[in-house]
């Protein structure tokens, strides 16, 4: 065994630790390169800007176990709510159940449209169910208008609701809209309306 050397006496050992420690080392420093970059830090102050052109929102007593459902009707459109969400103009972006299945007190529905179709809108509000008991349930609806891409969010109309018994609807907004998108002064109004039905 005189003319046998160990694999470690004759270099190549070393060499051999040596490339697998580097190539180690360059995976190693491109995770923490890439790391920065999986998923990018938010800016808490950034500007949110909603969706859609005509925006209908509701808030109601935040921290309620109160299920309040916006229903919306935009001109030529189905009703849209709970149990039909989108229409051809109409979203309902979010559907809040109050306690149920919510990581926030706050009570929030929103519906937005695509495009600012001229005619006849109507806001419903119905009390599907108040596990809380506590009556009467007063809510406030805001609509807004953005009627380009780029110009900004214009409140158009505003009212406040007072839900009395569990399943109760009412009509809280009844408004219209010209071809430029405007409101069509005095068409603001609350005569009934049912949409839940149609």
Do not use: C
Request: without cysteine; proline residues 6%.
């Amino acid at each position: 065994m005189h003319g046998l050397e160990s694999f470690d006496d004759d270099g190549h050992g070393t060499v051999f630790r040596d490339v697998i420690m580097l190539a180690l080392l360059g995976f190693v420093t491109v995770v923490v390169l890439l790391l920065p970059h999986l998923n990018p830090p938010t800016l808490a102050d950034a500007e949110v800007t909603a969706p859609g052109n005509v925006i209908v929102e509701v808030r109601w007593a935040d921290g309620l176990d109160a299920d309040v459902d916006l229903w919306v009707e935009a001109p030529g459109d189905r009703p849209v709510g709970y149990s039909n969400r989108g229409g051809r103009i109409f979203n309902l972006l979010r559907d809040d159940l109050g306690d149920k299945g919510d990581e926030t007190d706050l009570n929030y529905e929103v519906a937005f449209t695509r495009g600012t179709p001229s005619g006849d809108y109507t806001i419903n509000l119905h009390l599907y169910r108040n596990p809380s008991g506590e009556f009467p349930i007063e809510a406030e609806v805001k609509v807004s208008v953005r009627r380009t891409a780029d110009s900004g969010v214009l409140k158009v109309a505003s009212n406040r609701a007072v839900l009395a018994t569990a399943g109760q609807e009412l009509t809280v907004l009844r408004f219209a809209l010209d071809e430029e998108g405007q409101l069509v002064p005095g068409s603001v109004h609350d005569l009934p309306r049912p949409l839940r039905s149609g």
